[in-house]
């Protein structure tokens, strides 16, 4: 399969718990982004990489959250001391984009992680 | 600031029905525009984008056209079916994705 996927799907932690997620995207996609779902809405835009650089941070990015993509590959979201309004379904997504223009193509989603705060 | 206002659900239809899925869009220039679906226990997919004013986008007999005078992107087909039930989004693209709150899709036989 050579879609997007993210790992694990489920988690429940217990508030004050770190946990961590990854997502491996399409191998050819330099653009890698997290979104986050909470239930009845639509994903909410967290933060996007160009390979390794970090481009974008939306304000939902607590100090909290931090994500990594250190080879331009595989990408990782950690939050610390999680809380229960951080219980919800991430998302990752990529796509490939235009290196003259920067104009990037359809972003392509994995199945996401359901992350669940007690 | 830029979203997108989409029709509120849950959306009940029998089958065979015709359907329309509002949405609107407030977003500065020409954003491209997107409708994804969510089937149960599945990850988002891309049903049909367009990226101008005027483009229709279409797929699985769904259509959207973008009306730039009305800022709309209403998603319509002629005739669901049960496999139709899902989640569909509406959404724009500068970089990133602006996404609508969903509307649930339920078809019934």
């Known amino acids: 399969d050579t879609g997007v996927s993210q790992d694990p799907r489920h988690k429940i932690t217990k508030r004050g718990q770190n946990v961590t997620f990854r997502c491996d995207p399409i191998s050819e996609h330099n653009r890698l982004y997290w979104y986050r779902q909470t239930l009845g809405q639509g994903p909410e835009f967290l933060t996007y990489?160009?390979?390794?650089?970090?481009?974008?941070k939306s304000r939902l990015l607590s100090d909290r959250f931090s994500a990594e993509r250190p080879k331009g590959s595989f990408s990782t979201l950690e939050i610390q001391r999680t809380e229960q309004g951080d219980s919800a379904m991430y998302l990752c997504a990529s796509s490939l984009a235009n290196r003259n223009s920067g104009r990037s193509d359809e972003q392509f989603f994995g199945p996401g992680t359901r992350l669940t705060v007690l | 600031g830029n979203s997108v206002t989409q029709m509120e659900g849950p959306v009940t239809l029998s089958e065979e029905a015709f359907l329309t899925i509002n949405c609107t869009y407030t977003a500065t220039g020409y954003p491209s525009l997107f409708w994804y679906v969510q089937y149960p226990g599945e990850g988002l997919q891309l049903l049909l984008k367009a990226t101008k004013a005027d483009d229709k986008g279409s797929n699985k007999g769904f259509e959207a056209t973008y009306r730039k005078e009305t800022t709309s992107f209403h998603l319509e087909k002629g005739s669901v079916q049960v496999s139709d039930s899902a989640v569909y989004f509406c959404?724009?693209?500068?970089?990133?994705?602006?996404f609508g709150t969903g509307t649930r899709l339920t078809i019934i036989p």
């Open positions: 959404a724009w693209r500068g970089e990133k994705l602006t």
């Open positions: 990489f160009q390979n390794e650089a970090q481009l974008e």
